[in-house]
Structures are given as structure tokens and as C-alpha cells.
């Protein structure tokens, strides 16, 4: 049996997730740590809306010129999570 969430508690569990957005406008494993693609995909595919737009244009910059997608700011060499952004740029129509 799935249990169901009731309205109040997604609420909260939405704005905790908000709060714990980076200004680069990623998300990291651990909050308020280096945003990484992996958990910035999936904080965003939670949220929609202003956060997710916003957590795009953070990780449209970590292209790399071999057209995969590095997995943070600090890393020089694209990798498996390449896969999350080809997704993710397909659902926004780019």
C-alpha cells in the first residue's frame, strides 16, 4: 500500500528544499554545501516553477565542449550525470 502525503506536509517538505537552494542556484548532497548536478536535477524535478528555472541556468553553465554536462562548477570533465541533463533539457523543450 503507497501512503499518500497530505497537502500540509508536501508544503513543508517543499519549503524546506527551497531554503536549502544555493545562491548559484544548485542544490548539494549536504545543505548549504557545492551544488552537483545530481541532486540539483532532482530538487528541481520536486519544485518546478522559479526553482527549477533558476537551478537550469545554473547547470546549463557546466556544459562541457565535448557536449556532456560536467557534474559541478568545480569539476573539469563531464561524467554520467550528463544523462540528468540531456533529460532535463529535452522536458524544458531546449
Not at 554545501?33 to 518546478?48: H, Q, V
Not at 533558476?54 to 562541457?64: I, K, L
Request: glycine share 10%; charged share 20%; net charge positive.
Amino acid at each position: 500500500m503507497i501512503a499518500v502525503m497530505d497537502a500540509t506536509a508536501l508544503a513543508r517538505r517543499k519549503e524546506f528544499l527551497r531554503g536549502l537552494q544555493n545562491a548559484d542556484g544548485g542544490w548539494g548532497y549536504f545543505p548549504r554545501k557545492r551544488s552537483w548536478l545530481e541532486p540539483t536535477y532532482y530538487a528541481a524535478l520536486a519544485l518546478g516553477g522559479p526553482e527549477e528555472a533558476r537551478a537550469w541556468e545554473c547547470v546549463r553553465h557546466w556544459r562541457g565542449s565535448g557536449k556532456g554536462w560536467r557534474p559541478s562548477a568545480a569539476v573539469a570533465i563531464s561524467n554520467w550525470t550528463t544523462a540528468l541533463a540531456v533529460a532535463w533539457a529535452c522536458a524544458r523543450g531546449e
